[in-house]
């Protein structure tokens, strides 16, 4: 991992070079050609490969991300990661040991949801790791920050940008409002070269709006907090990544992480009962883009499925 430097907007995650200069709203024409998809064409011109990795899962999904990391980022020439770490710490909420331990594993920045204050320790780091964040539109006031800029290796700048969902989950700001006001004020190519979103909801329904509502403004929208990856990554019309939700970085013989033993007290005779994580054999569960750095496009988007549990994809 390599040294991280945070002033001001931009966190550097390497040496400082000049990104390039072109229109300040929405993506850019696309001028690199079709999509490529072999491993070896990943580093070619302008095009970088961010991987995001799902709601990673008490100890069993820091094992996974542990294991099946270092061989990702070789495979893919990944060149910046994202994982959500909102149950990172015993399957809710993170510590600041616990997000330390996963930004030493080689993930480059965390995003967090509805769980992000369980610990409230981690208040203790939100403020001053600009390579954590709490979604974006959290009431004003709410301490940390919504959004970050990063600059990778190759000197590009990828802003990434934490939403939480409003349906059948707490109210809160509106988070289309939310990204179009930052969009406003973080501009493509003036800014930032890549636009990435985690968009941390319930409901697919209002994940797709989202997409659909930022299709050509974002390169890539992933849908995080269900823990079951859906099957519907693609390309949108004006050159937005999209998948509806990657799924989890946890043990999947499970209730979405928790032990099913420790969860059926509560669906079947309504007592309340503590949830235990699930301490068996995790996956690596995420998605791959490329995306093209001078226009902000994506050029192709894959699901990530390592270890045990659910079937395997790595078609990228
Ligand atoms: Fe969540
Ligand atoms: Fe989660």
Redesign the pocket.
């Known amino acids: 991992m390599q040294a991280i430097g945070q002033t001001g907007l931009c966190v550097t995650l390497s040496k400082n070079q000049t990104g390039p200069s072109y229109g300040e709203s929405g993506l850019g024409n696309q001028t690199t050609g079709a999509a490529t998809t072999g491993a070896n064409s990943a580093r070619q011109g302008r095009s970088l490969v961010v991987l995001m990795i799902g ?1 990673i ?1 008490g100890k069993p999904g820091r094992r996974a991300l542990a294991r099946y990391l270092p061989e990702v980022r070789a495979t893919y020439g990944v060149d910046f990661v994202i994982a ?1 770490g ?2 990172a710490a015993a399957g809710v909420g993170i510590t600041p040991e616990v997000a330390r331990d996963l930004l030493g594993a080689g993930v480059d920045m965390l995003t967090t ?1 509805n ?1 992000v204050w369980r610990h409230k320790e981690i208040l203790s780091i939100m403020e001053d790791n600009r390579r954590i964040l709490r979604p974006l539109n959290f009431p004003p006031g709410t301490p940390g920050r919504g959004y970050g800029v990063y600059q990778t290796a190759s000197g590009a700048r990828i802003g990434v940008m934490n939403l939480q969902g409003r349906v059948f989950m707490e109210a809160l700001d509106c988070p289309f409002r939310a990204a179009d006001q930052l969009l406003d004020q973080v501009r493509f190519g003036r800014d930032v070269d890549l636009w990435v979103v985690d968009m ?1 909801a319930e409901a697919s329904s209002e994940k797709m709006a989202l997409a659909s509502h930022l299709d050509g403004r974002v390169t890539a929208i992933f849908g ?2 269900t ?1 079951v990856p859906t099957a519907d990554h693609r390309v949108l019309r004006q050159g937005t990544g999209f998948i509806t939700d990657v799924g ?1 970085t946890g043990c999947y013989d499970s209730v979405i992480g928790m032990s099913a033993v420790s969860v059926m007290p509560r669906f079947l005779t309504k007592m309340p009962t503590r949830f235990e994580p699930a301490m068996g054999e995790a996956m690596l569960c995420g998605a791959l883009i490329r995306a093209d750095a001078t226009t902000g496009r994506c050029l192709a988007i894959a699901p990530l499925r390592l270890g045990n549990g659910l079937a395997e994809s790595h078609s990228f």
Do not use: I, L, Q, W
Request: aromatic share 8%; no cysteine.
């Open positions: 709601d899962f959500n909102e149950n949801g769980h941390h995080t907090h823990h989890m």
